[in-house]
């Protein structure tokens, strides 16, 4: 079992730009969430999706947007990039008999 | 709103002996659930125990076990015989959502184990 996968795993991107992050969840898992985790922070809540549909959210601007896909992989995808969204980006898969499991996350620098 | 508050940012310890990590947290509801998750330097957060608000038996994973005092909302984390791969960020969550509900996180406490 490879657990969550998350790709990639570094990225630079410059203000204003559109970035998308990859993840893939653990065998067995419908739900994927994603966190942001600042430097030095504990992760926040971005939003949550199970059966394609997002459930939950967190308090995130619309720039932060996402999708799931009938195999139930999960991109997260970020609009107009400000400096303040560089963070360490952590994918989180889960089901209704299991808790979540992060992936390794993908570290996201703007400039 | 749910808060939740890690007050030792950073912790060191002895190899082989005990350490307590302090959290506490904020809630009106009466059923959650509460989580502690280590993240080493690799960034992989990584679930160390949970506990279930609705029972009162504190929790126990091999050298990780729990005080949780519903009442005065403190979920502390104790670890014995600390060992160098305990070095780590040490992060307390709370979920109102059952154990895939959205998680809320504590801003952590950096524990060193030293030799």
């Known amino acids: 079992d490879a657990g969550v996968t998350q790709s990639p795993t570094h990225l630079i991107k410059t203000r204003g730009q559109q970035v998308t992050l990859r993840c893939s969840p653990k065998?067995?898992?419908?739900?994927v969430s994603w966190y942001q985790q600042a430097l030095g922070q504990g992760p926040q809540f971005i939003f949550q999706?199970?059966?394609?549909?997002?459930?939950q959210r967190g308090n995130f601007p619309d720039r932060f947007s996402g999708h799931q896909f009938p195999n139930y992989s999960s991109e997260l995808n970020v609009n107009a990039l400000l400096l303040g969204d560089s963070a360490l980006y952590l994918c989180?898969?889960?089901?209704?008999?299991?808790?979540?499991?992060f992936g390794p996350g993908t570290r996201l620098t703007v400039t | 709103a749910q808060t939740v508050t890690q007050s030792q940012p950073e912790m060191s310890v002895q190899e082989a002996e005990t350490v307590t990590l302090s959290c506490t947290y904020d809630t009106s509801e009466s059923n959650y659930y509460l989580f502690w998750y280590k993240q080493p330097p690799s960034r992989q957060m990584i679930l160390v125990i949970r506990q279930e608000a609705y029972k009162q038996q504190n929790a126990t994973e091999n050298r990780f076990s729990v005080n949780f005092q519903k009442a005065a909302k403190s979920f502390s984390l104790k670890i014995s015989d600390s060992q160098l791969g305990d070095t780590a960020m040490y992060f307390c969550a709370f979920s109102e959502g059952g154990s895939q509900g959205n998680l809320i996180f504590g801003k952590g406490t950096k524990l060193s184990v030293k030799p």
């Open positions: 989180a898969s889960s089901s209704d008999i299991d808790e979540q499991y």
């Open positions: 999706y199970y059966e394609e549909e997002e459930r």
């Open positions: 065998s067995g898992h419908d739900t």
